[in-house]
């Protein structure tokens, strides 16, 4: 521990089970994102996902005054730059060329969570620029120290990039799909956003879902047991094992089965029975909270026609709109997802490097490469299917 001005303390953390759950959360909870809450990293680092032989070894940043924690950043010292989503590969490569080594590096995100959110996590009645500062200053002498080649910040809140801004992080601008209710009251509203061909198609999609013999039911909160859990995880298993070494394989069957009875209040599936089967052919997985739900993962014991945009799109957009959802993300790629009403948006990271070469570099191309970043959402949102 290390005591700074203001009476606050900094400590590195390697387990966030050295930390209480009820303290954590106090800071976690009033965020929108279920993805920086306790018992979600805590079930990435006890379930063997994400940990030191994964890659990803834990180096949580606390500040405290006496014996309150005032503000966290759940951080990761990475080995590599798989499970992020956002493609550095390139900075990796420059960096060889130039004789520096690029990892290991500090990571700022939920582990393989794509999803926009992350932030410092604070004390609503602390001052947020003082400790924001204060968090940066340990940040940077950690890195110098233990000669890190820089800070990386993933999938950043919209409203703490600017104040990381302000603080020399440069932005890299990326995008995701995202669903907007746009008033619906109901599926028909969402298909009638369409263009006449397209809700064609949707409608047939549906259809042959139910002309397979497959109905399609939702489960959440207790109503999902340990069982289906477990299921969960041969599904995810199956669809990563069939995209071979691309199949972003990270979690183990141990986190979905320590999602029961814990953080069944956050998770929604979206279940395919068959006429004569007792559990389910297919199933997703995905989060909510708030107006929010966030899509996660997917698979099927056989290849029925439309099923993933059943379980995937159209089952968890009609649940989403019953429940007054606003924001639907369903996930990494996109291939998909724009013909089903899901809009290009800009999400974006936060970097910095602790080398002058490869810190000159990112400064001098970095707004280059945002502009042809908008210029891609801007062409991709020009071919959707809308009226």
Not at 109 to 131: C, H, K, N, Q, W
Not at 318 to 324: D, H, L, N, V
Not at 350 to 361: E, I, P, W
Request: aromatic fraction near 14%.
């Amino acid at each position: 521990m290390l005591k700074c001005s203001g009476g606050y303390t900094v400590s590195w953390i390697r387990n966030l089970a050295e930390i209480p759950k009820s303290a954590w959360d106090a800071l976690a909870l009033p965020l929108t994102t279920p993805f920086l809450e306790w018992d979600w990293l805590h079930n990435m680092e006890s379930s063997g996902s994400a940990v030191a032989k994964a890659g990803w070894l834990p180096n949580h940043l606390t500040i405290w005054r006496d014996r309150t924690l005032v503000a966290a950043a759940p951080l990761y010292l990475k080995g590599h730059s798989y499970g992020e989503f956002v493609f550095d590969h390139q900075w990796a490569d420059l960096a060889a060329r130039l004789g520096l080594q690029y990892y290991p590096k500090l990571l700022g995100m939920s582990p393989f969570t794509p999803a926009e959110g992350y932030r410092f996590l604070m004390a609503p009645d602390e001052d947020e620029d003082t400790l924001t500062a204060l968090m940066v200053e340990a940040i940077d002498q950690f890195c110098q120290r233990h000669h890190i080649s820089g800070c990386n910040f993933l999938y950043v809140d919209p409203d703490w990039r600017s104040q990381m801004e302000q603080l020399g992080f440069r932005q890299w601008l990326h995008h995701s799909y995202i669903w907007q209710n746009q008033g619906f009251q109901n599926f028909g509203d969402y298909l009638g956003a369409f263009n006449a061909n397209q809700r064609r198609n949707i409608k047939r999609e549906r259809q042959s879902v139910a002309k397979s013999g497959l109905q399609m039911q939702v489960h959440t909160g207790e109503a999902i047991s340990k069982s289906l859990c477990s299921l969960m995880y041969h599904f995810y298993s199956d669809t990563c094992d069939k995209f071979g070494w691309w199949g972003s394989k990270y979690l183990t069957r141990k986190f979905f089965e320590q999602l029961h009875p814990t953080y069944l209040h956050r998770v929604v599936m979206v279940a395919a029975y068959s006429e004569t089967a007792t559990k389910p052919v297919g199933m997703s997985f995905c989060l909510t909270k708030g107006d929010r739900l966030y899509g996660r993962y997917w698979g099927a014991l056989e290849d029925y026609n439309h099923l993933h945009f059943n379980a995937c799109y159209y089952t968890p957009i009609e649940w989403a709109i019953a429940q007054g959802i606003q924001t639907f993300d369903p996930g990494a790629g996109g291939r998909h997802k724009k013909r089903r009403g899901f809009p290009a948006v800009p999400n974006y990271s936060l970097h910095r490097f602790y080398d002058s070469r490869l810190n000159t570099l990112l400064n001098n191309y970095i707004d280059e490469v945002n502009q042809m970043e908008a210029a891609e959402i801007a062409a991709i949102n020009q071919d959707l299917p809308l009226k």
